[in-house]
């Protein structure tokens, strides 16, 4: 009996290897089992037993890697010691390749962490470039028997296509079938016509040739997959496919050498024809809502441009162009790669590269999109095009999600028995038909193995969400990621934030009280004002109606939920709350209270402006318990009772950490709580929340911290968008509901004897596509229902 390799699972052919009592194919599989070994990750072969990939044996030569111009090319991002590299590996195809590739970081102390992308088989990993070279990470993931596949069409991020070869598979199956269906035809209708019993044997047997290349190349991802699955012990869907396939051209070899028959050649070709074709239009349909996911829906959050003469124009991500000159403030994520003119950059690339560390940049030096700006404010030159893929990329990163689980896990679950529950029917089916028509039986047997499909079950999930996803971000609703979704439709308690959520950032009516303020100061005042991302600082920088210069700001300082300070022309300015200018507050009052030197100059007193048709708005959540929260104090408590007489309750003057702890309290008496707040100032009490919902009024919103991120206009709405995520709930039920009518009245007529196979194999794809037409259908109405602007 010939032996199998302990790594990879291959046969011994060259040399054997026996090393800590296993027994291995090749040194680079010996290999690979000690460095997993000596790092306690022998786990690897729990999961999957013979999971691993053969290594490389050719010596890889990718010292072309290091050339400047090449690695600029290849890495996403390279800033200070770190740098971000997604490859492109074929090989990863099971849990085990995941699990090894996401624990990079254990075997080299100089990768910091690594993120597989299954679908796309790509691995994204940080790494210190100081301590280890690219082409060394290559040759090192090549050594583990995962190398990666580098050309030019990698290296330009350039979108998938859909595979030729399936075109081509596809192709061959409808030329072996439509030729296989002329060659049957004549021994169909020929009754006992002398001319066909004497050229059937040529028939039949050009009929086995032309199926010949359908079984064995057109079926070929089938049976590749059938046996991955098996390797690894797991069951999938493709096992029964291919257990169909290989009973029906059993059955017809058999049928034709012993002449009991013309056999089932052409049906399966046909079988094999209809099912690529249902492929086809599965990949088409997911390639689509990935590409109008990552490029069609971008968010809906603006960036403040900035032309050469200083003047400010807040325009959308989407309409930033090279070439534009935008304003980053305190905080703010930079959506783009871009070249510092004006300012001192101070860089937190945590979001990028998952470490906490700040980079200094001097006007000239270039900043990576993703990049996080602590201090004053940047002006910058934009050199790339938005990578809204790359953005979409970084905020559905690991280390931001909130690890729960959805309709996914019940699909897979369901896919999971699915496969044991149609091989044991067709077992039984199969024995029963035995004794009573054998003919019957490998028909019954076949059609059973391949219409009894939970693609159209797989399928529920993904095409509704993604419609959903498409038709929220159409109306300026971006939503994270599909499990948001299902978030948003179990909410109960919804919590909003007051100023620059229910109120206007800009039609707030200010007054000032105090000395009256010099053009000296007010220019500088002004220049300190565009520094920070607050609702009541931008209002009051749009109210200064004084020209808009920009001066050195020095030594800026921000304290989250008091004000912020900074150096601008020899004087010390202080802008924020009352305590931290020193004065004693006014208890019915929202106002930005100003010093400078250390002298107290002036405040200016808001009265808010609520957002209009509100009222309306609240009167419609009646579901919901609603909360207010707000950093400023109670003066407007009464007005805010009587324009939401359903409150639950309203806590102010509290503090970012304040409003954390409130959404915790709610949480803790087992509500799913949904946060509205400004992106980056309530950043904790959003990431907290089960929904953190963004509120992007003319500003630059984007966070790691957000599930979802909103235009400002669309927040009087918000029971629509609501009301939508439940829909797509109810419609995904509904799409179960459809993939198990048409199993079990399939599988009913298939066990009855009464189903031919080929006519199972037409059934197959239209179960898919009838659910993919159902979903695009109901959800187009659950949208045009709430919406006026479509897909």
Known sequence: MSENCFHCGQGIEKERILFDEKTFCCNGCKSVYEILNINNLTNFYELNKRAGIRPDESSSQFEYLDTPEIFEKITDFSEGKTSLVTFKIPVIHCSSCIWLMESLHTLNEHINYSQVNFTRKTLQISFNHNDLKL???????????????????????????????????????????????????????GGEDYWMEHYKGLFRTLMFLLACPVVFYSASDYYK??????????VNID???????????????????????PGYFDTLCGLLFFMLMGKIFQKRTYSALSYDRDYKSFYPIAVTKVDFEGKQDNILLSEIKVGDRILVRNQEIIPVDAILINGEGNIDNSFITGESESISKQPGDKIFAGGKQIGSSLELEVIKDVDQSYLTQLWNKEAFKKHETGLDTLTNNVSKYFTFIILGIALVSGIYWAFIDLKIMFQVISAILIIACPCALALSAPFTFGHIMRILGR??????????????????????????????RKKSNIRYEGHEINEFDELNIKTLLKNSNHPLSKSLYEFIEVADNYFPVEHFREISGKGYEASIRGSVYKIGSARYNDQEPKNLETAVYISRNGEFLGKFIFKNEYRPKLKELFTKLTNYKIFILSGDNSSEESQLKELIPNYKGMAFNQSPEDKLNYIKGLQDQNMKVAMLGDGLNDAGALKQSNVGIAIADDTNSFTPSSDVIMNGDKVVTLNDYLNVCKGSITIVKMTFIISFLYNIVGLSYAVTGHMHPLFAAILMPISSITVVTFTTLSTWILGRKYFKKQA
Do not use: Q
């Open 475 to 504: 109306n300026k609703f971006y939503v994270k990621d599909t499990l948001t979704i299902e978030k948003i439709a179990k909410l109960d308690t919804i919590v909003f934030d007051k100023t620059g959520t229910i109120t206007h």
């Open 239 to 261: 096992v029964p496919i291919v257990l169909g396939i290989l009973v029906l051209f059993g059955r017809s070899i058999y049928e034709v050498v012993t002449d009991y028959g």
């Open 225 to 234: 997959s059938a046996w991955y699955g098996l390797k690894n012990k797991i």
């Open 135 to 189: 082409s060394e990470l290559a040759n090192f993931l090549t050594n583990l028997g995962y190398k990666p596949v580098i050309s030019l069409e990698t290296a330009d991020k350039n979108v998938d296509h859909l595979d030729k070869s399936l075109l081509i598979k596809f192709a061959i199956a409808g030329f072996a079938f439509g030729n296989g269906m002329f060659l049957a035809f004549p021994e169909y209708v």
